[in-house]
């Protein structure tokens, strides 16, 4: 099967598309990924056919201050710049990301079947659950069903705007105004960071996150016998700034060793007790014993998957969302706002109280649960 595989530069999406296009080439199948320029070197590096995605620029005409008008008309424009990229490699498939609708906007003006990829749990409203990025858990009794539905009204209003957005822009680029959508869609969560909803789309599937090291590289820990927290600062523009600063503050003479995992450079003048730079995660998950993460779907499923206990400390986006899932499946507590006292009660905390890494190894469990997604796309091909 030749699969192409359209997703944008943000590591939270790059990165599941990487490990999307391994997973293709292991089943031998034929991806190639068009994606920011940020990746292709290391995408190359890893035996993958990788292209830039072209369109990715802003343009003047695009509103940053309204998320829909960007997402959907900057789509638009993106399926126009990809489609003779993709028409000439003449794809069986096309899997797009989330939020690169253009993918699937030229899969649709190719006529070839294409495949959402989520590479987080399935964020579509619900008739049973409260509005996706609020954090809570369904409402129970009366007054609970009646908060979430009152809240679902509110973000209603939002949701039919996006959608005429959509509508709008699939008109520009002679695509009928309604949206058939995809033909399947990859959920790349845990089913432990799924929630159960009584209207679960029949062609989504939980397929497991989709995970990929951006370099092989090993960072040493600091020496000693203290137990090892991980620090892994947010990569998304919307997390929460100083987290490595408060964190080195907050866990000062607190009987631990740090190291901090980080794309970006690193901090200089760091304590003895404490590291940071850029390093394989799954080695220094396999030596820590709890993690402070910011909540992006990435770095906690990573945890997850290891059986670390986290810390998380989320920012915007769907950072809360999720920090308050992992909350309620036991794995984590929530710092929020940051502070150097609560950071250090709730490291402490996920270290002494044994019931969160026990969660942890739950959630890590339910990957045996998961669908393939590879067969998941060759199904959607066919």
Known sequence: MRVAVVAGPDPGHAIPAIALCLRFIAAGDDPVLFTGVRWLEAAREAGITARKLKGLAPRPEDDDMDAGQRIHSRAAHISTEVLPDLSAMLPDLVVSDILTAGGGMAAERLDVPWVELSPHPLYSASKGLPPIGSGLAPGEGLRGKTRDAL???????SIKQGLRQR????????????????????IATLPALEVPRPDWPENAHVVGPLLWEPTADLLTPP??????????????????????????????????????SMLDEPPTGLPDWARAGLGRQDALLAQS???????????????????????????????WELANRATRQGSAVVVRPLGVDALRAAVLRVLSEPGFGAAAASAAAGLTEVTDPVAVCRAAAR
Not at 151 to 157: K, V
Not at 167 to 186: F, H, I, K, N, W
Not at 296 to 311: D, Y
Request: hydrophobic fraction near 45%; include cysteine; glycine fraction near 16%.
């Open 223 to 260: 020496p000693g016998d203290e137990p090892l927290v991980m620090i892994a600062p947010s990569t998304a523009f919307t997390g929460a700034e100083g987290m490595l600063e408060t964190a080195l503050q907050a866990l000062d003479g607190a009987g631990v060793r740090v190291v901090a």
């Open 289 to 319: 014993a709890a993690v402070v993460c910011g909540g992006g779907h990435g770095m906690l499923a990573k945890t997850l998957l290891a059986g670390v206990p986290a810390v998380t400390v989320p920012g915007g986006g769907d950072q």
């Open 151 to 157: 809240m679902r009204a509110a973000t209603g209003r």
């Open 167 to 186: 509508s709008e822009a699939r008109v520009t680029v002679g695509l009928p105004a309604t949206d058939p959508g995809p033909v399947a869609r990859l």
